[in-house]
């Protein structure tokens, strides 16, 4: 089955970067889109970016320009690298994962899109 296992999550204060990787495991599409998202207390999910598996890739406003999103086939990892976090980027952060047709769009890619998840990885920035 189909495994997601994040991890790079941690402390850092304000302006400071942090990179989280997720070990992509048993996916067998050849066509398909990982995404990262996140969910602070009392918020709802948030996706803040997509790649298919043509490389392109989709970013929300709120991490556009800090946030990128990459991937390496080859370690069948994906990654969000992040910079000059802010204390409003604090939350748990998810890889997902699922086949995918078209282009990916943040507008329109939505938490249901996905049905494979990780367990999440904490990211907490102090000011």
């Known amino acids: 089955q189909v495994q997601l296992v994040e991890s790079g999550g941690g402390s850092v204060q304000t302006g400071g970067s942090l990179r989280l990787s997720c070990v992509v495991s048993?996916?067998?599409?050849?066509?398909?889109?990982m995404a990262w998202f996140r969910q602070a207390p009392g918020k709802e999910r948030e996706g803040l970016a997509g790649?298919?598996?043509?490389?392109?890739?989709t970013y929300a406003d709120s991490v556009d320009g800090r946030f990128t999103i990459s991937q390496d086939n080859a370690a069948n990892t994906l990654y969000l690298q992040m910079n000059r976090l802010k204390p409003e980027d604090t939350a748990m952060y998810y890889c997902?994962?699922?086949?995918?047709?078209?282009?990916?769009?943040?507008?329109?890619?939505?938490?249901?899109?996905?049905?494979?998840w990780g367990q999440g990885t904490q990211v907490t920035v102090s000011s």
């Open positions: 997902a994962a699922d086949g995918w047709g078209g282009r990916i769009d943040i507008a329109t890619m939505t938490e249901e899109d996905f049905g494979y």
């Open positions: 790649i298919d598996s043509d490389g392109s890739t």
């Open positions: 048993g996916m067998i599409y050849s066509s398909y889109c």
